[in-house]
Structure formats: C-alpha cells, structure tokens
C-alpha cells in the first residue's frame, strides 16, 4: 500500500520565530493516518525541528544542491540538511525552474545526491498553461519525469515521490479539476510502470499541487491515483492544512 503523504511547502514565508509558532501549531494537530511534511526555508529548520519534537510531523527543505561542498554561493547540500533533522527535500518546483533556471538536468543532478545521503525527495512536474492549452502536456510530463528520474535504480524508487504541480493552478486560484489532476497523475503512474516496473508505480506515492485547499481538498485526495498533496498558501494555515491532513487520513 502506498503512502499518503501531505506536505506544505513553506515557499519564502516565515521568520525563524514565527516558523517556531505555526510548526508548533501544525505538531498539534491530531489524527493524522497519512504522512504530514512541513518545508519551511533553511533558515527556519532548526526551530521548525525543535517545534515538532515528539509529534509525528516530519521536516523537509525546499531544495539541496548537488555537490558535497565548495563554492556554491546561496546552496544548501544534502548533509547539512540532514544535520538540521529533514528527512525530505523538495527537487524542480516550478519556481526553480521558472526564477531559477533549474532544468530537467539539474532536477535529476539534485535528485540522485539526495538519494544518495538518505533523503527522501519530493520531484516535482508539471505543465504551464500553454502547453497545456497546445496539447502537450503529456509530451511535458513525460519528458520532465523521464529526464528528471535518469539512472535511478528501483530501490532508490522506494524514496521518490512524485508531486504534480500544473504551473498555471499554483499560488492562482485555479485549480485542476479532479479529472484533470487525475488523468496526469495515472498517466505519471503509467509512465512510472513502463520506465521502472509495475510494482515500483504501485507503490509510488504521486502527490496533487496547485492552489489545494481546505474546500477541494477532499474530493482530489479521492481520485485513485492521487495519493497527497503538496500544498503552498493553505499549509500556512493550520486549521485548513488541518483539514487536508484530515482528507489524507480518510483514504
Ligand atoms: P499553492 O502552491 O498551494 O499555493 O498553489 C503549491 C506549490 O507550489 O507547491
């Protein structure tokens, strides 16, 4: 059975003291059957780690640079991560790739590094709204997916999800309706069999992101092949990110 997971990508909000109270607000929520990830900015880990001991939440960065150590100016590596208590990390937001010039290529640098020092990664994918309005994309999905997971192997699976994020649906309003979430995230499923095996795709857990919210959230959350959510405004509300994690416990 494959894990639901609900995780909140902080993007660049919170000082470290008000990161302390909502990750402190967020470890108080009781109830959840499903995995909770909260990703708050390197400088807030250390306090959003104090903040959740002895809850079942997990911490996670937003990104992590591919190489060990060196002259990286603004990067974060694998270790230090690690040493600050994540257990996740986020790879390939749209926002990296879109502000930050992060490419199929540097996703799948990042990834195998990740990987490769135990940490468990979140990848994301997903389309603009003109390809999806040029009918592509499932020809993007593709590509970013087939590029981004090049050379791992599948036990490294087992430490990969995967999280859709159509570009036009995040931080808008907009969200994909359940059909449309659903048939990108079964077609990323499928892809998932063809380029690892069946048992890989079973098991991989392939989360919805892009404007989730308390209202939608569980009518997503129903569809088959959606297994969590990756979510940006409304994980910085308890009570509504409260409310996700309630519909990720009903499945
Ligand atoms: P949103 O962001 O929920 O604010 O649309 C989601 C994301 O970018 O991960």
Known sequence: MR????????????TPSEAAELAAAIAQIQGAKCEVVICPPFVDLFYAKKAIEGSCVKLG?????FKES????????ADMLIEAGCEYVIIGHSERRQYFAE??????????AALAKGLKVIVCVGETREERENGITENVIDRQIRLGLKDLSK???????????????????LTATNEQAEEVCKFIRGLIAKLFDADVAEETTIQYGGSMNAGNCAALLAMPNIDGGLIGGAALKPADFA????????N
């Not at 960065?61 to 640079?65: G, I, L, P, R, W």
């Not at 060196?70 to 590596?77: D, Q």
């Not at 409310?243 to 009903?250: D, E, F, L, P």
Request: proline content about 2%.
């Open 61 to 65: 960065a937003q990104n992590c640079h």
């Open 243 to 250: 409310t996700i994690i309630a519909a990720g416990s009903a």
């Open 103 to 112: 490419t199929d290529e540097t996703v799948n640098l990042r990834t195998k």
């Open 155 to 173: 036990e490294e699976m087992a430490n990969v999800v995967i999280a859709y994020e159509p570009v036009w649906a995040i931080g808008t309003g």
């Open 70 to 77: 060196g002259a990286f100016t603004g990067e974060i590596s």
């Open 3 to 14: 894990k639901t997971i609900i995780a909140g990508n902080w993007k660049m909000n919170k």
